[in-house]
RNA sequence: GCCGCUUUAGCUCAGCUGGUAGAGCACAUCAUUCGUAAUGAUGGGGUCGUGGGUUCGAGUCCCUCAAGCGGCACCA
């Protein structure tokens, strides 16, 4: 093109430019302070480089560090480069793969050259100041067009055999790319800032090394991983290392402990020790969950632990899902010194990984009839998995966990409108335990599954409609599809909480399954008198009871919603001479229905009111020779501002019986 | 399961180049009865994750296994 052509800026005005401009020199004809602050251009919304040319007619925008997303997300990438340079100029031999930019920085995977081995943290200072040189070198960052053959050839006599394989694999129509950063070069998309010298070489740091799979499958070659977070600028990196720290103290595993809410031990590896502070917010979630689901037309079952291998063989988890279960032999052990423990003749028998089948079972007992129906069957199953000791994580990701599991068996046209109603009982679920948002993702057919492609086109669908019609396949909901991710029988729906701290975490899920009412050969009479295939929904809420308490534990810090508290007052003397009074105000307390307990300990009050803040007990009730002579109290609230209250006994326990009502019991 | 790191008192951690264990908190005893985030004194407490090796001698060096942690893969 020789021709001028038209230039839209984003405050409507049209500039007139010739064939060659790039988006720099616009800026730079706006005024010299945009061409400083401009860190790439947005063309017709695809964000370039500041010096690749523009191609004809297009509306621009310069992004600048105020458009922060955009902004990040290109100096992440650009650390992620300078992160490859350095390490090649550091360590010769090392290969490099992907680098890409993350939630909150970038990582680099690289291939170590094989006299070195995997980097490890020690490696990072280094790595760190050799990309602090190669940001100040500030080298421009060229953007070239090359041809597929040279890209491969230039790799191969590198030694980059990564980059060789992975360029050749590219689709057929893509532009492949390089850029060169004085004598370095990375096969990449882009884009990239101008030059290295762009970046803030204090608004970085590399946080940790790992191992990761080349292009994430565990049969290929295992790769060194290089993560670091990165900002605009110094202060942006101060906040997010403050943030960690902060996300550090709400870890589960370390407020578990303070609190005394459980503990784990090699011995049970990925099964919880529950405390009884810990188990009382367990009973109390519990029995909240219960009188939901009685309310919500649910009838509770128990069913068994240790089934024969043939039920699992009929339900098709033993060929699809064994690696996952605990198996063990119907058989004596030998108890003799010598010998095998066991012989490994008789049958095989299995934990259960689900309730599923169990489920099935008791529908099956009797002729159900489509009057019968939806029924309704909740459980809080304890099942098994045997999850890989990698997996394991605090009593997020455990071994021995229980669900709060429900099967509805329905007619095919009643599908849509009881996961409507779960959708809304789930809704109600989630704002009652302190979540204000969560987002509902589809989890599509995965390659290992069982059933006619039919049955999964019809069941997809019905979720879809179902979310449809709950109003909830929206945005808001961070609506998505996940192809390949739902369990082997049915589509899922999972919902994501999220949390005080922005993560999310998936807990609730609903699977329309008409597979494992086959298998097990479950149906129901209908009105004509034959026989027919009921439809089965797994649903859960809550998923796992450890994994939601974990859950609960980071979002409120440990602090605790009132009714969920395992101990929810404290009534600490400041003189033993109030010791009686103490006893009598806890007992009135505890006859109320509220968790108290006593400290009448011989210690200062400011020792106690210290101790018992740390262990986050909610209400402090303290009473003094004043209290005791006057029949009241002085109630310091936890979080509140320190001031204190002073009420009467019979005030007292008014008030806090009625915050302690548990939010389904609540009536106004 | 894979890669890296870690494992010392109930908890959090110190222990340099190998010479036979230390702090704070917690706990116990005593004194103190003190009004809203730590009163003081004294004391008890550790086969240094497991098994092996090197050495005159190992918490310190080497190997094995295990668990924990951070990721990867997997997943509620």
Redesign the pocket.
């Known amino acids: 093109m020789t021709k001028p052509f038209h230039i839209r800026l984003p405050d409507g005005s049209v500039r007139e430019v010739e064939p060659g401009t790039t988006p720099a020199d616009i800026a730079a004809a706006i005024g010299p302070g945009l061409a400083k602050a401009a860190l790439a251009a947005k063309v017709d919304g695809e964000v370039r480089d500041l010096n690749r040319p523009l191609e004809g007619d297009a509306e621009l925008a310069l992004i600048t560090a105020r458009d922060e997303k955009d902004a990040l997300e290109l100096v992440r990438h650009d650390y992620a480069h300078v992160l490859a340079e350095a390490v090649q100029n550091l360590f010769p031999g090392t290969q490099i793969t992907f680098g890409p930019a993350t939630e909150d920085g970038f990582y680099y995977d690289f291939a170590p050259a094989p006299d070195r081995?995997?980097f490890?943290?020690?490696d990072l200072p280094a790595i760190e100041e050799e990309m602090r040189r190669v940001i100040a070198r500030d080298e421009p960052l060229v953007r070239e067009v090359w041809t597929r053959d040279d890209v491969r050839a230039f790799f191969e006599k590198q030694g980059e055999a990564f980059k060789a394989e992975w360029v050749m694999e590219l689709p057929a129509e893509e532009t492949i790319t390089m850029y060169r950063s004085g004598g370095w070069m990375d096969l990449c998309r882009g884009p990239h800032l101008a030059s290295t010298g762009k970046l803030d070489p204090q608004a970085f740091k590399l946080t940790?090394?790992?191992?990761?799979?080349w292009r994430?499958?565990?049969k290929n070659a295992?790769l060194?991983?290089i993560?670091g977070t990165g900002w605009l600028n110094r202060k942006q990196l101060q906040q997010h290392l403050t943030r960690l720290e902060e996300a550090a103290k709400r870890?589960h595993?370390r407020i578990g402990?303070d609190m005394d809410l459980f503990h784990?031990q090699?011995e049970a590896?990925?099964s919880v020790f529950w405390h009884p502070k810990g188990y009382m917010i367990w009973r109390q979630l519990e029995a909240y969950m219960r009188r939901k689901l009685d309310a919500a037309g649910y009838e509770e079952v128990k069913s068994p632990q240790l089934m024969d291998a043939r039920m699992w063989e009929a339900s098709g988890h033993w060929g699809k899902y064994r690696e996952n279960m605990f198996v063990v032999p119907d058989e004596v052990p030998n108890t003799e010194a010598e010998g095998p423990v066991i012989s490994g003749e008789g049958d095989w028998m299995a934990l259960k990984p689900m309730n599923c089948p169990a489920h099935v079972q008791i529908f099956k007992q009797g002729i159900k009839s489509y009057r019968d129906l939806p029924l309704r069957l909740a459980e809080f199953g304890c099942c098994h998995?045997n999850?890989?000791?990698?997996?394991?994580?605090?009593i997020?990701?455990?071994?021995q966990?229980t669900q709060d599991d429900a099967h509805i068996f329905c007619r095919a046209d009643q599908v849509v409108e009881e996961v409507r109603i779960f959708c809304d009982l789930l809704d109600g679920v989630y704002r009652d335990l302190g979540f204000e948002t969560y987002e509902i993702k589809l989890a599509l057919r995965p390659d290992q599954r069982f059933g006619s492609d039919e049955d999964w086109d019809r069941a997809e669908q019905e979720l879809r409609d179902a979310v449809a019609a709950a109003g909830r396949a929206s945005d808001e909901f961070g609506w998505e599809e996940l192809p390949g991710?739902g369990?082997f029988y049915a589509p899922k729906l999972?919902f994501h909480l999220k949390d005080a701290i922005g993560r999310t975490?998936?807990?609730g899920?609903i699977q329309a399954d008409t597979v494992l009412p086959d298998r097990l050969d479950a149906s129901y009479v209908r009105a004509d008198g034959d026989r027919h295939r009921p439809v089965m929904l797994h649903r859960?809420i809550l998923?796992?009871f450890?994994?939601f308490i974990g859950i609960l534990i980071e979002h409120h810090a440990g602090r605790f919603p009132l009714w969920l508290a395992p101990v929810q007052a404290v009534v600490a003397t400041?003189?033993?001479?109030a010791d009686d009074y103490a006893r009598e105000v806890a007992a009135a307390l505890a006859a109320a229905g509220l968790r108290v307990e006593t400290d009448l300990r011989?210690?200062?009050?400011?020792?106690k009111?210290?101790e018992h803040?740390?262990a986050k007990v909610p209400n402090?009730v303290?009473?003094?020779?004043?209290?005791a002579d006057e029949r009241t109290v002085?109630l310091?609230e936890?979080g509140a501002d320190?001031s204190?209250m002073n009420l009467g006994l019979d005030q007292l326990v008014e008030r806090l019986r009625k915050a302690a009502t548990p939010p389904d019991l609540v009536r106004d």
Do not use: C
């Open positions: 081995g995997p490890t943290e020690e940790r090394v790992s191992g990761a799979y994430g499958d565990q295992m060194s991983r993560y870890d595993r402990q784990l090699p590896q990925g998995r999850e890989p000791h990698g997996a394991l994580h605090g997020m990701r455990v071994r966990f991710e369990a999972e975490w998936q807990v899920t859960a998923g796992t450890e994994r400041i003189v033993s001479e011989n210690e200062k009050i400011n020792y009111v210290r803040s740390l402090l303290v009473v003094g020779k004043r209290e002085a310091r936890l320190v204190q």
